[in-house]
Protein backbone atom coordinates (compact mmCIF):
# COMPACT_ATOMS: atom_id res chain seq x y z
CA UNK A 1 0.00 0.00 0.00
CA UNK A 2 3.26 2.55 0.08
CA UNK A 3 2.83 4.91 -2.54
CA UNK A 4 6.68 4.98 -3.70
CA UNK A 5 7.73 8.07 -6.09
CA UNK A 6 11.72 7.60 -7.22
CA UNK A 7 13.31 11.09 -8.74
CA UNK A 8 16.04 10.06 -10.46
CA UNK A 9 18.62 11.73 -13.23
CA UNK A 10 17.69 10.71 -17.11
CA UNK A 11 19.52 8.18 -18.16
CA UNK A 12 18.73 4.78 -16.80
CA UNK A 13 17.26 2.59 -19.19
CA UNK A 14 14.39 0.02 -19.14
CA UNK A 15 16.58 -2.93 -16.91
CA UNK A 16 17.96 -0.20 -14.87
CA UNK A 17 14.77 0.97 -13.37
CA UNK A 18 13.21 -2.70 -13.19
CA UNK A 19 16.21 -3.38 -11.15
CA UNK A 20 15.80 0.06 -8.59
CA UNK A 21 12.51 -0.20 -8.57
CA UNK A 22 12.27 -4.58 -7.95
CA UNK A 23 15.04 -3.89 -4.89
CA UNK A 24 12.86 -0.93 -3.33
CA UNK A 25 9.89 -3.10 -3.49
CA UNK A 26 11.63 -6.27 -1.83
CA UNK A 27 13.26 -3.98 0.71
CA UNK A 28 9.77 -2.57 1.48
CA UNK A 29 7.93 -5.68 1.93
CA UNK A 30 10.84 -7.11 4.46
CA UNK A 31 11.12 -3.96 5.91
CA UNK A 32 7.31 -3.05 6.40
CA UNK A 33 5.72 -6.64 5.69
CA UNK A 34 3.15 -5.80 3.50
CA UNK A 35 1.89 -8.03 0.90
CA UNK A 36 4.01 -8.71 -2.29
CA UNK A 37 1.42 -7.50 -5.13
CA UNK A 38 0.89 -4.11 -2.92
CA UNK A 39 2.88 -2.39 -5.52
CA UNK A 40 2.58 1.18 -6.14
CA UNK A 41 5.26 3.08 -7.69
CA UNK A 42 6.22 5.82 -9.93
CA UNK A 43 9.28 7.31 -11.77
CA UNK A 44 10.32 10.52 -12.34
CA UNK A 45 13.33 11.38 -14.30
CA UNK A 46 14.77 14.88 -14.45
CA UNK A 47 17.88 16.57 -15.85
CA UNK A 48 20.78 16.57 -13.68
CA UNK A 49 20.25 20.99 -13.40
CA UNK A 50 16.57 19.94 -11.96
CA UNK A 51 17.59 17.66 -9.05
CA UNK A 52 19.58 19.87 -6.05
CA UNK A 53 20.18 17.57 -3.11
CA UNK A 54 22.77 18.52 -1.33
CA UNK A 55 24.08 16.77 1.54
CA UNK A 56 23.05 18.87 5.12
CA UNK A 57 26.43 18.82 6.11
CA UNK A 58 26.96 15.30 6.09
CA UNK A 59 29.74 15.24 3.96
CA UNK A 60 27.82 13.03 1.42
CA UNK A 61 29.54 13.13 -2.45
CA UNK A 62 25.93 12.82 -4.12
CA UNK A 63 26.89 11.63 -8.11
CA UNK A 64 24.59 11.74 -11.26
CA UNK A 65 23.19 7.83 -9.79
CA UNK A 66 21.20 10.09 -7.28
CA UNK A 67 17.74 8.14 -6.21
CA UNK A 68 15.40 9.97 -3.80
CA UNK A 69 12.56 8.02 -3.02
CA UNK A 70 9.16 10.25 -1.48
CA UNK A 71 6.61 7.48 -0.06
CA UNK A 72 3.37 8.03 1.72
CA UNK A 73 2.40 5.23 3.88
CA UNK A 74 0.31 4.15 6.41
CA UNK A 75 1.83 4.94 10.25
CA UNK A 76 5.04 2.69 10.91
CA UNK A 77 7.17 2.37 13.94
CA UNK A 78 10.74 3.75 14.03
CA UNK A 79 12.18 0.30 13.93
CA UNK A 80 10.30 -0.48 10.24
CA UNK A 81 11.45 2.64 9.18
CA UNK A 82 15.22 1.80 10.10
CA UNK A 83 15.42 -1.55 8.86
CA UNK A 84 13.26 -0.07 5.47
CA UNK A 85 16.38 2.95 5.14
CA UNK A 86 18.85 -0.02 6.21
CA UNK A 87 17.56 -2.43 3.23
CA UNK A 88 17.31 0.07 0.83
CA UNK A 89 20.90 0.85 0.85
CA UNK A 90 22.29 -2.54 1.30
CA UNK A 91 20.22 -3.42 -1.77
CA UNK A 92 20.61 -0.64 -3.98
CA UNK A 93 24.38 -0.71 -3.55
CA UNK A 94 24.05 -4.54 -4.14
CA UNK A 95 21.42 -5.01 -7.00
CA UNK A 96 21.87 -1.69 -8.89
CA UNK A 97 25.20 -0.27 -7.89
CA UNK A 98 23.86 3.06 -5.92
CA UNK A 99 26.32 3.92 -3.29
CA UNK A 100 23.97 4.85 -0.19
CA UNK A 101 25.48 8.30 0.13
CA UNK A 102 23.19 8.51 -3.41
CA UNK A 103 20.36 7.82 -1.54
CA UNK A 104 17.97 9.87 -0.25
CA UNK A 105 14.32 8.70 1.58
CA UNK A 106 11.44 10.85 2.75
CA UNK A 107 8.57 9.22 4.61
CA UNK A 108 5.06 10.85 5.00
CA UNK A 109 2.36 8.82 6.88
CA UNK A 110 -1.64 9.47 6.41
CA UNK A 111 -4.24 7.28 8.01
CA UNK A 112 -6.68 4.79 6.30
CA UNK A 113 -9.19 7.61 5.07
CA UNK A 114 -6.87 9.07 3.00
CA UNK A 115 -6.54 6.13 0.84
CA UNK A 116 -8.94 5.33 -2.44
CA UNK A 117 -7.58 2.12 -4.56
CA UNK A 118 -10.64 2.77 -7.12
CA UNK A 119 -13.98 3.10 -7.62
CA UNK A 120 -14.79 5.99 -5.61
CA UNK A 121 -13.92 3.94 -2.46
CA UNK A 122 -11.98 4.33 0.47
CA UNK A 123 -11.59 0.20 0.39
CA UNK A 124 -9.72 0.58 4.07
CA UNK A 125 -12.82 2.21 5.44
CA UNK A 126 -15.37 0.07 3.71
CA UNK A 127 -13.53 -3.15 5.41
CA UNK A 128 -12.82 -4.57 1.80
CA UNK A 129 -9.02 -3.95 2.61
Known amino acids: MPLLRFDVIEGRDKKELKKLLDAAHFAMVEAFGVPEKDR ?3 V ?3 APHEMVIEDTGLGFNRTENLVVISMVSKARTKEQKEKLYSLL ?4 QKECGISPQDLMVSITENRDADWSFGLGEAQFLTGKL
Open 40 to 42: YQI
Open 44 to 46: HQH
Open 89 to 92: AERL
